[in-house]
């Protein structure tokens, strides 16, 4: 089962730009995750954020959580190149395990 | 430098052969996963393991294996059951951590291609 949703499915862009992509979920979870993937690598670990968070910061990237409406987004502030990747969300539904969501497809454009 | 190694990168198959994927973490981590992605998908869970001798079934485990006789290694091994075993197959770790699940650290990928 795949409790994360993200939205868009593809998001492309302008480089200087800021790209938001939101994850929705259906469960009450311990922490939600963001992930990057490179095409063809592995995931690779960006923030993680707690039930009782609200709002947390890593560099460019703002993640926000919502869990009365039970979502999440990532904001990524003045984009470049290196950022084009797939963005994933995860959810921590006390199982000791993630569930990930399908993925937003990011492209910055030169 | 830790980290985790799955091998092989590209690994082809023919219809009926069981294949095994290998998977070595030196992060001194208890728990690992297995996870499946097909193009443009995200990541569906087959099997994961919480320490030593024991491990559980994620959500799509039919006509798959796997064992963890060593805590740096949790081979999976691909059955002729699988039906559509075509996928790229991602391997991760984690520090134990009680109530939650933290942070995954994933390696490289295997991708398997059955002709």
């Known amino acids: 089962s795949q409790q994360g949703e993200e939205d868009p499915q593809a998001l492309s862009i302008q480089e200087g730009e800021n790209a938001t992509m939101n994850c929705s979920y259906k469960?009450?979870?311990?922490?939600l995750q963001w992930y990057r993937q490179n095409s063809g690598r592995g995931l690779v670990h960006l923030i993680l954020?707690?039930?009782?968070?609200r709002e947390k910061h890593s560099g460019r990237l703002r993640v926000t959580l919502d869990t009365s409406k039970k979502s999440s987004s990532l904001l990524i502030t003045a984009s470049r190149a290196a950022d084009t990747a797939s963005y994933f969300c995860?959810?921590?539904?006390?199982?000791?395990?993630?569930?990930f969501g399908q993925g937003t497809r990011l492209t910055i454009n030169p | 430098d830790g980290g985790i190694t799955q091998s092989p990168k590209y690994l082809f198959r023919k219809e009926g052969q069981n294949v095994t994927l290998s998977c070595e973490q030196n992060?001194?981590?208890?728990?690992m996963y297995w996870y499946r992605q097909d193009p443009g998908q995200g990541l569906r869970l087959i099997y994961y393991?919480?320490?030593?001798?024991?491990?559980q079934k994620g959500d799509i485990a039919e006509g798959y294996s796997v064992s963890r006789e060593k805590k740096e290694s949790f081979p999976l091994t691909v059955t002729s059951a699988q039906k559509n075993p075509t996928a790229f197959y991602l391997c991760?770790?984690?520090?134990?951590?009680?109530?939650?699940?933290?942070?995954?650290?994933f390696g490289e990928g295997s991708r398997l291609t059955v002709l």
């Open positions: 995860a959810t921590d539904g006390g199982a000791q395990k993630l569930v």
């Open positions: 992060l001194n981590h208890d728990a």
């Open positions: 991760a770790s984690r520090v134990w951590t009680s109530g939650y699940t933290g942070e995954l650290f």
């Open positions: 469960t009450s979870i311990n922490n």
């Open positions: 954020i707690r039930s009782n968070e």
């Open positions: 393991s919480q320490i030593v001798n024991d491990f």
